[in-house]
């Protein structure tokens, strides 16, 4: 079953202006995790935050978490064309191993 | 990048043919696993591993099994091919001592006429 849902399912923006995309889910996680997808290729790591979190920043990315509300956001600030790629959301619960659950994904389009 | 490598990368097949998918990681990492990415589903857990023969199944384990003899091997074997296992298939690793981070592999394109 889908953990994370994400909105919007695409987006399209210029240039320098700011991305913001969101993600819910409904059980209880121990962090959230956002990956990036170049088209045709895998999976990339760019940030977690974990459940007793609020907001976290990596260079142009910020994420938040409401544990209440279950849900979380990407902000990508002074966006580029180089951030053109799908973002996805993951929950992950660690339960031995940990165990991630994907959102569909949003695709970002950034128009030089 | 991390040291992950799938081969094959693109294999087309006929239903009701096995087909093994293998995973080769070069980083000594403790945890792998094997997702699918399908238009409208993310990716799906299928299996995973934590150690050497130590597996379990994820979300969508039915007609996929699993084996890990070597830390640095996970293979995914579809015993009979169906048209239905059409997709794209990821592994991932991580590590023991920060398994919250998995790294991906650059996929296999699978497809099952």
């Known amino acids: ?112 | 990048d991390a040291g992950i490598t799938q081969s094959p990368r693109h294999k087309v097949t006929e239903t009701g043919t096995p087909v093994t998918l293998r995973c080769h990681q070069t980083e000594n990492h403790r945890y792998m696993y094997w997702y699918r990415q399908d238009p409208g589903h993310g990716l799906r857990l299928i299996h995973y591993s934590y150690g050497v023969k130590d597996t379990d199944k994820g979300e969508v384990s039915d007609g996929y099994s699993v084996s890990r003899s070597k830390t640095e091997d996970f293979l995914l074997t579809l015993e009979s091919a169906t048209s239905s296992q059409t997709s794209v298939y990821f592994c991932a690793i991580s590590d023991m001592g920060n398994q919250e981070t998995q790294y991906f592999g650059p996929g296999t394109r699978l497809l099952v006429l």
């Open chain 1, 1 to 112: 079953s889908q953990q994370g849902e994400e909105d919007p399912q695409a987006l399209s923006i210029q240039e320098g202006e700011n991305a913001t995309m969101n993600c819910s889910y409904k059980t209880s996680i121990n962090n959230l995790q956002w990956y990036r997808q170049n088209s045709g290729r895998g999976l990339v790591h760019l940030i977690l935050i974990r459940s007793n979190e609020r907001e976290k920043h990596s260079g142009r990315l910020r994420v938040t978490l409401d544990t209440s509300k279950k849900s979380s956001s990407l902000l990508i600030t002074a966006s580029r064309a180089a951030d053109t790629a799908s973002y996805f959301c993951a929950t992950g619960l660690i339960q031995g191993a940990q165990k991630l659950v994907f959102g569909q994904g949003t695709r970002l389009t950034i128009n030089p």
